[in-house]
């Protein structure tokens, strides 16, 4: 009887309501034959817009954010399941909080405020404890570094690398963070290892799959790339632009990845079904 009420009931706010309520409740919004939860997006200042069953975004509302969180100033700029990161705008701030129980766990700053975080990774639900790495994509004192935190560490683990050069997008997957360059489609792997000092990167490796892929660039045109994880997979996702007004002129392409093999698998995917990818 609950499945068919959760029906009725698409958002994911909605749906936290009711896990809410008792135990029973709980397990029975996670049983088999619930419909899931359509898409919950994030919009800046900790704004949130759902979809509709119809598939017509709803307008956006903003959430109750804790007020030591000062969301008027913070952006997010990553996410695990429903938790969100956010990073202030002022002396490096980054925090998780919860975005239906609004549990809050603060990250160590960078302790400067010519800081800004673009991109923030997690490896698993920070509710894991140990077993979440946090990795983020960070511009400081106007060079690219990627930055490294998991539970326990007092500080962040800066690496400098040449590859971090220009805008990027990472991610976890399969127990090793990936990194891709938005407007080159490469991409390379970094294994995660651990010193007395906490979580780093040690050895890289690149997949060449530039050369994998067909060239279909010609004069006037360009490319962006980014990476997502759907339905276990690793999704490379390519939005081709084309022509005079070239932003107005888009064409997308998404493979999935099969990185077990040397040369990298590669296949199209033309449909995701019932399913929708958001940028």
């Not at 673009?118 to 930055?147: Q, T, Y």
Request: hydrophobic share 45%.
């Amino acid at each position: 009887t609950l499945g068919i009420v959760l029906s009725f009931l698409p958002c994911p706010a909605d749906r936290a309501r009711v896990r809410s309520v008792c135990r029973q409740w709980r397990a029975a919004a996670r049983g088999r034959g619930v419909a899931p939860p359509l898409p919950l997006l994030v919009l800046p200042r900790f704004r949130f817009a759902g979809l509709t069953p119809g598939g017509v975004l709803a307008p956006a509302r903003r959430a109750w954010m804790p007020p030591e969180l000062d969301a008027d100033n913070a952006c997010c700029v990553g996410s695990y399941d429903a938790w969100l990161v956010g990073a202030g705008q002022a002396g490096g701030e980054c925090f998780l909080v919860h975005a239906f129980s609004h549990e809050v766990r603060r990250l160590p700053p960078f302790g400067t405020s010519d800081c800004s975080l673009r991109k923030a990774a997690l490896s698993a639900s920070p509710e894991s404890g140990p077993n979440c790495i946090v990795a983020a994509f960070i511009i400081r004192w106007s060079k690219p570094e990627l930055a490294l935190w998991r539970s326990g560490m007092k500080s962040w683990r800066v690496c400098h690398h040449a590859l971090l050069a220009g805008h990027i997008d990472i991610a976890f997957y399969q127990g090793k963070l990936y990194m891709l360059w938005r407007f080159t489609p490469c991409l390379f792997a970094f294994e995660i290892s651990e010193d007395e000092r906490g979580v780093t990167v040690s050895h890289m490796k690149d997949f060449m799959i530039e050369k994998l892929l067909p060239s279909t660039l010609g004069l006037y045109h360009e490319l962006s790339c980014n990476m997502v994880e759907w339905s276990g997979r690793l999704l490379l996702i390519i939005r081709y632009y084309g022509g005079y007004q070239a932003r107005n002129r888009v064409k997308v392409k998404v493979f999935a990845m099969d990185l077990s093999t040397n040369p990298v698998g590669l296949a199209e995917i033309c449909s995701f079904g019932s399913d929708c990818i958001f940028l």
